[in-house]
DNA sequence: CGTGTAAGGAATTCTGACACG
DNA sequence: CGTGTAAGGAATTCTGACACG
């Protein structure tokens, strides 16, 4: 889990390049709660790799005609299958050194 | 080669905090051919996951009392073994596919 | 609803230089 | 040699708001 595609380390303008998305977009997606940056001290966004691909999906969704609501919800599914299949994996390794105990 | 981790994205504020450098010293290092940021259009320092963890390597030599230059020679020669290592790796892959034909 | 934009302010970054040593 | 700092300017980011639709 997490690493460098997870570290909130990418300012606003940088995410603007990198996906092509306008900061006020960015803002606004996060207005509605499809992403959520972390602050630096004084109030800066950070982004990690994985918000910027994240941005990407949800570029995609948008050019689609989706609305961020019915977006916002596709991506807390995910979010949860995600949770899920990482709390399995974890089942396993634990059973895993169980056994071998 | 390359991915997230060598993608030149973070700003020398948020080095600066990653690797406890003063800017000063990190800008330094650059005057020094230690560490190589890209730049913006409008010229701001871009660095790479890499890049910090390159100055967390400088920084620890420095409290050593490495001179830059010397840090300069051996960061070269990682660099290039490095090189060399995927030249080999490259070559190898190559090789494979020959034979499989 | 989703996005553009102008507005004013605050924080960031840049360079070249002086300082110490 | 390596780093701190004050200086002045330019670029960045922030928020709240008006606009269109």
Redesign the pocket.
């Known amino acids: 889990m997490s690493s460098y595609k997870d570290k909130k380390v990418i ?4 995410v ?1 390049e990198l996906t092509g998305l ?4 960015i ?3 996060e207005d ?1 709660k499809l992403i959520f940056p972390e602050r ?6 950070k982004y990690s790799f994985s918000d910027v691909e994240r941005l990407m999906e949800i570029a995609n969704k ?1 050019e689609e005609g989706v ?3 019915e977006i916002k919800k596709q991506l807390q599914r995910q979010d949860n299958e995600k949770q899920i299949r990482e709390k399995m994996l974890k089942g396993q390794i634990n059973a895993h050194f169980r056994i071998r105990k």
């Open positions: 300012t606003i303008g940088i603007s306008s900061e006020r977009q803002r606004y997606y509605r630096t001290k004084k109030g800066r966004r948008r609305q961020t609501f």
